[in-house]
C-alpha cells in the first residue's frame, strides 16, 4: 500500500503529473521508507508459524491491531491477545504427543494513519524522484580527442534515495511507534 496519493505528490510539487512517472515514483518512494522502518500502512495478514510445546506464539510484526483467529495444527484455539505486545497466549489447547506444531495467525497489523514524519520522507524521495532528469543509457560514453565521458544510472544520479538526514528520522522513528495501543 502506498504511504501517499499521486494528488499528494502533485500538491508538494505544485504542478500537472505525469501518471505513469509518478506511479513510479510513489511505488520506489514507499519501497526505500518501507525498507528502513518496516510495514507501515495497515494489512491483514495470514502467517504460519512453527510452535514448540509452549503456549506464546510471538507474531512477526510490532505495530498489531487486531487478532482475528488462532488455529493450531489446524484445529481453531482460544486465545488471548497480549496486548500492545506482538505476542498471542494460547488458552484451550494442550500439549499433544509431537514436540512441533504449526500455528496459523490471522492479523491486521500496522498504521491506520501514517505517521506524519513517515509521508513527509515518502514524499520528499517521491519528488526527488520525480523531477529526476531522464537519464543516458547505462555505459554511454563519449570521446573527443584526449577527453572522455562516461556516464551510468545509480542511485546517487536519479535522486531516488534518502537522505542521511531522512534515515537518522526514520531509524529514530523505529524506536517510538513499536506498539499500537
Do not use: N
Not at 505495530?63 to 488458552?91: N, R
Not at 538526514?165 to 513499536?178: I, V
Amino acid at each position: 500500500m502506498a504511504l501517499f496519493t499521486l494528488e499528494e505528490l502533485a500538491s508538494v510539487l505544485q504542478q500537472d503529473l505525469d501518471t505513469a512517472t509518478a506511479t513510479i515514483a510513489r511505488d520506489t518512494a514507499t519501497a526505500l521508507v518501507e525498507g528502513i522502518t518496516g510495514q507501515i500502512a495497515s494489512r491483514t495478514s495470514v502467517v504460519v508459524l512453527p510452535l514448540r510445546a509452549g503456549e506464546f506464539i510471538d507474531l512477526p510484526s510490532t505495530v498489531i491491531t487486531a487478532v482475528t483467529t488462532v488455529t493450531v495444527d489446524g484445529t481453531a484455539a482460544t486465545f488471548e491477545w497480549l496486548k500492545p505486545y506482538p505476542c498471542v497466549m494460547l488458552k484451550t489447547w494442550t500439549l499433544g504427543a509431537v514436540e512441533w506444531h504449526t500455528a496459523t495467525v490471522t492479523y491486521t497489523h500496522g498504521h491506520t494513519v501514517i505517521p506524519a514524519l513517515v509521508k513527509a520522507v515518502a514524499l520528499s524521495v517521491a519528488a526527488r524522484a520525480y523531477l529526476a532528469p531522464p537519464l543516458p543509457p547505462a555505459g554511454t560514453s563519449v570521446r573527443l580527442d584526449d577527453y572522455s565521458e562516461s556516464t551510468s544510472a545509480s542511485a546517487e544520479t536519479t535522486g531516488v534515495m534518502l537522505t542521511a538526514h531522512e534515515r537518522r528520522a526514520l531509524e529514530s522513528l523505529q524506536s517510538t511507534t513499536a506498539y499500537a495501543l
